[in-house]
């Protein structure tokens, strides 16, 4: 927010023709003021931050880890990789390529923003998930591609993980019409971080009860 020479807002004394709404805008203008001094004394250090690769996504991870240094109270951030353009992970077609450039970027981008959370002892108060909408089959298409699966792999990252892999390993000898099979009901998952983490009662979200799976230390 621009700030007026002498300081960034006024605060307006209340009185008696001051009703509700007036002091609502205060007390938002207030808050809105006291963030962006946070943003500014945040972005003053951002010399500091970790190294981050060229990568879009390594942007707007170190913006989050900017945001959570910051602690403006915001509990969820959502990021995106790849999308359904050319060149995403929806792969009918030059899979390898794609797909790997994918990967690399996921990859470097998240042990950058891993390390920075760790160096400042905040890797404890975050919760990394990845998702998405499908799997994909095991045989190549005819385009160097592959189809939809009903399968596909989720990745945690964070300071309060136990590690290790969930689940078996899937086969590549018992497949669902050319795709792996499921093995871990992804709202499992979900329920995890719903309950386990931001404390929430997941069946408003998901519509049942779904049992989380043990991959948080306390």
Not at 21 to 37: I, Y
Not at 170 to 195: I, M, N
Request: net charge positive.
């Amino acid at each position: 927010m621009p700030e007026r020479p002498g300081g960034c807002c006024a605060q307006i004394k209340p009185g008696p023709f001051f009703g509700a709404l007036l002091d609502f805008l205060q007390r938002g203008t207030l808050d809105a003021c006291a963030a962006s001094r946070r943003l500014r004394a945040v972005a003053q250090n951002a010399d500091s931050a970790g190294n981050y690769p060229a990568f879009q996504l390594a942007k707007t991870l170190r913006l989050v880890a900017r945001l959570i240094r910051a602690d403006l109270g915001i509990r969820i951030f959502c990021t995106d990789l790849g999308g359904g353009d050319i060149g995403g992970f929806d792969n009918h077609a030059n899979q390898l390529g794609n797909h790997c450039a994918l990967l690399h970027q996921l990859s470097e981008s998240v042990a950058a923003f891993v390390d920075d959370l760790r160096r400042d002892k905040l890797l404890d108060r975050v919760l990394l998930m990845t998702f998405s909408e499908f799997g994909r089959t095991v045989a190549e298409n005819g385009r160097r591609g592959t189809g939809h699966g009903a399968a596909a792999p989720l990745f945690l990252a964070g300071g309060r993980l136990g590690g290790g892999l969930i689940g078996e390993h899937p086969s590549l000898a018992d497949l669902d019409q050319g795709a792996q099979k499921v093995h871990t009901d992804f709202r499992r998952v979900y329920a995890t971080v719903l309950e386990s983490w931001l404390g929430f009662d997941s069946q408003l979200v998901l519509g049942g009860k779904y049992k989380p799976l043990d991959v948080l230390r306390t």
